[in-house]
């Protein structure tokens, strides 16, 4: 069965990042590298920037892969949903219950395709849906037959088919929703027409808990900075084109690096180092690495990691759809 959601503690301190990085080693010839993702709850974008080179439909039996599961987390404040678009990921900040340490639940997302920027800035959860139906716009109807669809239906009823998934969550923003969808491989892509694409699965498990009127903030954060015991660490994302800046992606680094470091005084001592900085910022390394005086490169850190084996079966085709897979797939 898929693995569980993402959950983790917060940090305490001035620390702001979660999980651990590893590395699987595959036992099944037929699975492919967007099979590891889903069942760690990965997206696309992020399983094969982990694994340059590793073919992503046929890795083979006896392949080691790189699961990138340590999050750098979004800036401050964590409450309710925040959408990073170009990490291609929303953390959901849950209000701890009395007595519970705060946590944070992470996703992968699809993002919105070029021409159709989810906006940013701030709104709230208005309405849920369960089975949806989806008149489709009429621009999206014109996009389609433009690229030659002509069939390409007018209306989705309820069902695994529509690709509004099964569950819906509609934001205040004129129709963006946080929704399941009917194309799963297509988490941590650019596909949708502004939506918030989840797993299925995920859309399951964040239906119910999100209630109406929770808050949701979407940011343009290609650079996050992050600390654990001592070190720095940087993740960059290749920037989204829908959000022009006037500043350098290398700019906008160390306008990152300084914020953190003015946030987090002694949180990371001695001199910044910005040499290393922009050289990862150059790499576009999506996965959190760790930067300045004597840290370890990225290759010595994933070498020194031991493997497990991934003996999951593939998803397979029957798992293409809005609906959750089925346990033990």
């Known amino acids: 069965m898929p693995a569980a959601a993402a959950t983790f503690v917060l940090p305490d301190g ?69 959408i990073d678009v170009p990490r291609r990921r929303l953390y959901y900040f849950p209000v701890p219950r009395p007595g519970q340490r705060a946590r944070v639940v992470t996703f992968p997302v699809g993002i919105a395709r070029p021409g159709w920027p989810t906006p940013l800035g701030a709104t709230r959860i208005i309405a849920k849906y369960k089975d949806p139906s989806w008149i489709v716009p009429k621009d999206i109807q014109q996009e389609h037959q433009a690229e030659g669809d002509v069939d390409f239906p007018s209306y989705f009823p309820p069902g695994p088919g529509n690709p509004m998934g099964m569950l819906a969550m509609q934001t205040g923003f004129p129709g963006i929703f946080i929704h399941g969808t009917d194309r799963p491989w297509g988490v941590g892509m650019q596909v949708s027409h502004g939506c918030v694409h989840l797993y299925p699965e995920d859309a399951a498990y964040l239906y119910p808990r999100l209630p109406v009127g929770t808050p949701v903030r979407v940011i343009d954060q290609p650079v996050l900075i992050g600390s654990r015991d001592g070190r720095l660490y940087v993740s960059v994302s290749s920037p989204v084109g829908d959000y022009p ?85």
Do not use: C
Request: avoid cysteine; charge should be positive.
């Open 245 to 329: 800046s006037t500043q350098s992606l290398a700019t906008r680094a160390v306008g990152a690096l300084a914020r953190f470091r003015a946030h987090h005084p002694g949180e990371v001592p001695g001199r910044p180092p910005w040499r290393e900085l922009l050289a990862a910022v150059a790499a576009r390394r999506i996965v959190p690495v760790a930067i300045g005086a004597g840290a370890a490169s990225w290759d010595t850190r994933v070498a020194a990691l031991t493997p497990a084996r991934y003996v999951w079966p593939p998803y397979g085709i029957s798992a293409n759809n809005a609906a959750a897979p089925s346990p033990g797939r």
């Open 14 to 82: 001035g620390s702001n990042m979660v999980g651990h990085l590893r590395v699987v080693r595959v036992a099944n010839s037929r699975n492919t590298l967007l099979d590891i993702a889903r069942h760690y709850d990965l997206g696309y974008h992020e399983i094969t920037a982990a694994n340059p080179g590793v073919p992503v439909w046929l890795p083979g039996a006896g392949t080691r892969v790189v699961v990138p599961t340590e999050f750098i987390l979004p800036p401050k404040p964590w409450t309710g949903v925040v």
